[in-house]
């Protein structure tokens, strides 16, 4: 079997295709979305993707402010930005960029920020809603797969979905989300056992471990589905997976690459949550 590639910089450019008429409807009546980022020092990784997803809104027509703070910002500097991005209402979303230097809480800034501007779907409230149903901003990676998934037709309902990883970014919502979708679920961590015995039973393979080819051939079944959420760097310093594309492609019947695969949809769904907050602040 040759595993049909999931495009996901296809899938993501017919979403934001749709994106572009409830955007330029929000622009019409004087609201435009818009998105504040907040970068604190000086992470390259992290400039890169904030960057990115500036340009991705200038291309959509989201309104977007970059607010950049040096290294030694303490919490409570950080706390005050936030709560006036809160209370700006130019912004329908705001995204403090992980990870954030030592000096400060993550989760004191997750929590700080409004649930209804919180974008990247890191707040417990989001994360408490999306686990009991509700009005809820799912976080971007794991709600980009399931977009993913359903774009591709591949019927979620009664499958055995199989994550690799437990993040609270990037595991752990995507069982709920799966779950959700009415998947039967398994997730799998540094401690499991055998997790090539867990994952061969898997219709839906999900690896977000962040080590370069832990999933081969021999952890899949035949005809499985693989999405690989890994971004890792090969001896030539080239980015590469989780999954050993090359070895799984001819055993699995659909297949994320990396790149090309995943990381379009993460910000594709940045996108899809922001003009969304839009939408719901203008019918409040
Ligand atoms: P974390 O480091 O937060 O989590 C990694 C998870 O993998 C942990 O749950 C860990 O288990 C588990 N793990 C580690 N080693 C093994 C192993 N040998 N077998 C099974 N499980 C293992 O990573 P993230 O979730 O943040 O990211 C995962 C990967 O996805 C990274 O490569 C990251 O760069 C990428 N990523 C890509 C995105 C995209 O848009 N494409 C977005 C976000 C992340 P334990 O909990 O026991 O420690």
Redesign the pocket.
């Given at each position: 079997m040759t595993a049909e590639i999931i495009d996901g910089r296809k899938i993501g450019l017919d979403i934001r295709e749709e994106l572009k008429s409830r955007i330029e409807k929000l622009r019409e009546s004087g609201q435009p979305p818009g998105l504040a980022v907040v970068l604190v020092g000086h992470n390259q990784a992290s400039k890169t993707y904030v960057s990115m997803k500036q340009k991705a809104c200038t291309e959509l027509g989201i309104y977007s402010e970059l607010i950049e703070l040096p290294e030694e910002t303490t919490e409570a500097a950080l706390l005050e930005v936030v709560n006036a991005l809160n209370e700006n209402d130019r912004i329908h979303g705001i995204l403090v960029q992980l990870p954030l230097p030592d000096q400060i809480s993550e989760a004191a800034v997750i929590e700080a920020i409004k649930p209804e501007k919180d974008v990247d779907g890191f707040h417990p409230v989001n994360i408490g809603r999306m686990q009991t149903g509700g009005e809820a901003f799912y976080p971007c990676?794991p709600y980009g797969i399931i977009k993913m998934l359903e774009h591709k037709g591949i019927n979620i309902a009664g499958k055995h979905a199989v994550i690799?990883?437990?993040?609270n970014?990037?595991?752990k919502p995507m069982g709920q989300l799966l779950l959700n979708k009415h998947a039967t679920v398994t997730i799998?961590?540094?401690?499991?056992e055998n997790?090539a015995y867990h994952t061969k039973q898997a219709d839906i393979v999900i690896a977000?471990?962040?080590?370069r080819h832990?999933i081969t051939a021999d952890h899949i079944k035949d005809g499985a589905i693989v999405i690989d959420?890994?971004?890792?760097r090969d001896d030539a310093g080239k980015l590469c997976g989780?999954v050993d594309f090359e070895g799984c492609k001819d055993k699995a019947s659909a297949i994320t690459p990396v790149p090309g695969g995943?990381?379009p949809m993460?910000i594709t769904m940045l996108l899809a949550n922001t003009t969304e907050s839009a939408e719901r602040a203008r019918m409040k």
């Amino acid at each position: 079997m040759t595993a049909e590639i999931i495009d996901g910089r296809k899938i993501g450019l017919d979403i934001r295709e749709e994106l572009k008429s409830r955007i330029e409807k929000l622009r019409e009546s004087g609201q435009p979305p818009g998105l504040a980022v907040v970068l604190v020092g000086h992470n390259q990784a992290s400039k890169t993707y904030v960057s990115m997803k500036q340009k991705a809104c200038t291309e959509l027509g989201i309104y977007s402010e970059l607010i950049e703070l040096p290294e030694e910002t303490t919490e409570a500097a950080l706390l005050e930005v936030v709560n006036a991005l809160n209370e700006n209402d130019r912004i329908h979303g705001i995204l403090v960029q992980l990870p954030l230097p030592d000096q400060i809480s993550e989760a004191a800034v997750i929590e700080a920020i409004k649930p209804e501007k919180d974008v990247d779907g890191f707040h417990p409230v989001n994360i408490g809603r999306m686990q009991t149903g509700g009005e809820a901003f799912y976080p971007c990676t794991p709600y980009g797969i399931i977009k993913m998934l359903e774009h591709k037709g591949i019927n979620i309902a009664g499958k055995h979905a199989v994550i690799v990883g437990r993040s609270n970014i990037v595991g752990k919502p995507m069982g709920q989300l799966l779950l959700n979708k009415h998947a039967t679920v398994t997730i799998c961590h540094s401690r499991t056992e055998n997790l090539a015995y867990h994952t061969k039973q898997a219709d839906i393979v999900i690896a977000a471990v962040g080590i370069r080819h832990l999933i081969t051939a021999d952890h899949i079944k035949d005809g499985a589905i693989v999405i690989d959420v890994g971004m890792n760097r090969d001896d030539a310093g080239k980015l590469c997976g989780d999954v050993d594309f090359e070895g799984c492609k001819d055993k699995a019947s659909a297949i994320t690459p990396v790149p090309g695969g995943v990381g379009p949809m993460t910000i594709t769904m940045l996108l899809a949550n922001t003009t969304e907050s839009a939408e719901r602040a203008r019918m409040k």
